[in-house]
């Protein structure tokens, strides 16, 4: 998965821990009695009795700085995993190849910003350098370099529409359709009768609202999280995560597959779950150990690696064929049965 996802996971688990170390420790400072612990230990807690707050005004700084932490880790999330997306189409197609949509968001990014120079929200850029980097990108350099900034530029909170609009400026469309199939989402959700999407809608902007709130001090005791709701938003919102950057390593491998430069190989038959391993009939393809193999079936995406190789039951290190030939492959991540199988067309 993409380095910014996997950063937002492991701040994310911090996270968690934060929360219910946080609430454990409120139990263990209120249930503590004079005298019945150690004499070191009960001067501690004798100390945090006397310099923590109130139980109240702990859980309202417990829900403040939890919101308003998650909502800057998934923020800078969404402009990574937009950056890795312009920075992948920039380094693989000419900017006059780019499509239509990323054109114009940005051309018509460039002017809002530039505009705005200098500018303490923009301090590292210079007018010079924008006009020098859309130049080159215009006469056809290669290398070019596209400031991913003019895409996700925005006066908006991250609320779903506005990440739809992000994403549509980028050419990536239909996010309902993917969110409503990833497997991650709508597990988490639960059972809604196929609106995970607006679930994703409702919660995020519930999520913004309360982040507004904490961010201009309005947290009172009556509207805060709980732990367990806590814990529960930073789930919902790595999992939400986790679908966009599906979405979008999914869609780097269909532009390559657009352009030939990766290619469909076959199915998942069968999936082995002890074995960690499926079988699978391909053909016109050419597939090593140690190969990156990528999968995809409705909302879901994965990479996965070629661990070994079989043939009619024969461990082989390669394998090339032309006509279909049923292939047994350990994988280091599992697809699903009938999941669609790609490789880089270049063996890369």
């Given at each position: 998965m993409n380095p910014a996802f996997n950063s937002l996971v492991s701040h994310c688990e911090q996270l968690s821990r934060f929360v219910s170390a946080t609430h454990s420790l409120r139990i263990i400072v209120s249930g503590?009695?004079?005298?019945?612990?150690?004499?070191?230990?009960?001067?501690?807690?004798?100390?945090?009795?006397?310099?923590?707050?109130?139980?109240?005004?702990?859980?309202?700084?417990?829900?403040?700085?939890?919101?308003t932490h998650l909502y800057a880790?998934?923020?800078?999330?969404?402009?990574?995993?937009?950056?890795?997306?312009?920075?992948?189409?920039?380094?693989?197609?000419?900017?006059?190849?780019?499509?239509?949509?990323?054109?114009?968001?940005?051309?018509?990014?460039?002017?809002?910003?530039?505009?705005?120079?200098?500018?303490?929200?923009?301090?590292?850029?210079?007018?010079?350098?924008?006009?020098?980097?859309?130049?080159?990108?215009?006469?056809?350099?290669?290398?070019?370099?596209?400031?991913?900034?003019?895409?996700?530029?925005?006066?908006?909170?991250?609320?779903?529409?506005?990440?739809?609009?992000?994403?549509?400026?980028?050419?990536?469309?239909?996010?309902?359709?993917?969110?409503?199939?990833?497997?991650?989402?709508?597990?988490?959700?639960?059972?809604?009768?196929?609106?995970?999407?607006?679930?994703?809608?409702?919660?995020?902007a519930n999520f913004v609202q309360y982040r507004n709130d904490c961010s201009h001090g309005l947290a009172t005791p009556d509207e805060i999280l709980g732990h367990e709701d806590l814990l529960e938003m930073i789930e919902f919102i790595t999992a939400v995560a986790d679908s966009l950057s599906q979405l979008i390593s999914w869609k780097r491998v269909e532009a390559l597959l657009e352009n030939g430069r990766a290619k469909r190989i076959g199915s998942a038959n069968e999936v082995f779950e002890r074995a960690e391993a499926v079988v699978a009939q391909v053909s016109n393809s050419s597939i090593s150990l140690g190969q990156k193999l990528y999968w995809k079936k409705g909302g879901n995406f994965g990479t996965t690696e070629i661990v070994s190789l079989q043939i009619n039951d024969k461990d082989v290190k390669t394998i090339d064929t032309t006509d279909p030939v049923e292939l047994g492959l350990k994988l280091t991540l599992l697809p699903k049965k009938g999941t669609a199988l790609f490789i880089d067309a270049l063996g890369q």
């Open positions: 503590s009695k004079e005298h019945s612990e150690p004499d070191w230990l009960q001067h501690e807690l004798s100390n945090l009795r006397m310099k923590s707050p109130s139980t109240v005004d702990w859980r309202v700084l417990e829900h403040t700085l939890t919101i880790l998934f923020e800078q999330f969404f402009e990574e995993t937009v950056a890795e997306w312009v920075d992948f189409l920039a380094a693989n197609f000419p900017f006059h190849q780019l499509p239509s949509k990323v054109r114009s968001s940005y051309q018509a990014g460039f002017a809002k910003v530039i505009g705005k120079l200098p500018s303490p929200r923009f301090p590292t850029f210079t007018a010079n350098n924008l006009v020098n980097d859309f130049h080159e990108a215009l006469s056809g350099k290669d290398p070019y370099r596209l400031e991913p900034t003019l895409i996700t530029y925005r006066s908006n909170n991250l609320r779903w529409s506005e990440i739809c609009e992000i994403f549509g400026r980028c050419n990536v469309s239909s996010l309902n359709d993917w969110v409503n199939a990833n497997d991650r989402v709508s597990n988490h959700i639960g059972d809604v009768h196929n609106k995970v999407a607006e679930q994703v809608e409702s919660r995020l």
